[in-house]
């Protein structure tokens, strides 16, 4: 398996949360931990923006996509606004997450609950060549839902 070294730098007040990390060997995505220092409650329908309570440095040619954790979708609805969110290699800022409780209950987030997941993928530039028609498929132009019926 490819692997590649991030830099990881956690913000003043977070050494107790765990950095990223796979809970499984097969496991794509890095799991990421609630920055708040006390209980927060997301009501149904609102959205809450939660640091991870670090800052990264990816190297040139790679991107994060942040992505909701299914467990806390399933089980309480817990999602998130831009999923995927994606964090670009000249980024250095806080990461933060914008979640929403899709839920029809209130959800408490305590400090450490692990939020969201992480997947460092490479990233491919696109070059735009115009031309005056595009090569035929046998799709063509149908939209949405049209090879279902």
């Given at each position: 398996?490819?692997?590649?070294?991030?830099?990881?730098?956690?913000?003043?007040?977070?050494?107790?949360?765990?950095?990223?990390?796979?809970?499984?060997?097969?496991?794509?995505?890095?799991?990421?931990?609630?920055?708040?220092?006390?209980?927060?409650?997301?009501?149904?329908?609102?959205?809450?923006?939660?640091?991870?309570?670090?800052?990264?440095?990816?190297?040139?040619?790679?991107?994060?996509?942040i992505r909701p954790?299914?467990?806390?979708?399933?089980k309480h609805g817990?999602?998130?606004?831009?999923?995927?969110?994606?964090?670009?290699?000249?980024?250095?800022?806080?990461?933060?997450?914008?979640?929403?409780?899709?839920?029809?209950?209130?959800?408490?987030?305590?400090?450490?609950?692990?939020?969201?997941?992480?997947?460092?993928?490479?990233?491919?530039?696109?070059?735009?060549?115009?031309?005056?028609?595009?090569?035929?498929?046998?799709?063509?132009?149908?939209?949405?839902?049209?090879?279902?019926?």
């Open positions: 398996m490819e692997g590649v070294v991030i830099q990881v730098k956690q913000k003043k007040g977070c050494e107790d949360l765990p950095l990223p990390a796979y809970m499984s060997s097969g496991a794509a995505g890095m799991d990421l931990y609630a920055d708040v220092r006390d209980a927060v409650t997301i009501e149904p329908g609102q959205i809450t923006l939660i640091s991870a309570g670090i800052y990264i440095s990816i190297p040139a040619g790679y991107e994060a996509q954790r299914s467990g806390l979708a399933l817990i999602g998130m606004v831009n999923s995927p969110g994606t964090i670009d290699a000249d980024y250095r800022g806080l990461i933060n997450l914008i979640l929403i409780n899709f839920g029809q209950q209130p959800y408490v987030l305590r400090r450490g609950a692990r939020i969201a997941q992480m997947v460092v993928n490479r990233v491919i530039r696109a070059e735009w060549q115009a031309v005056e028609e595009l090569d035929p498929t046998a799709r063509a132009d149908g939209g949405f839902g049209h090879t279902g019926v």
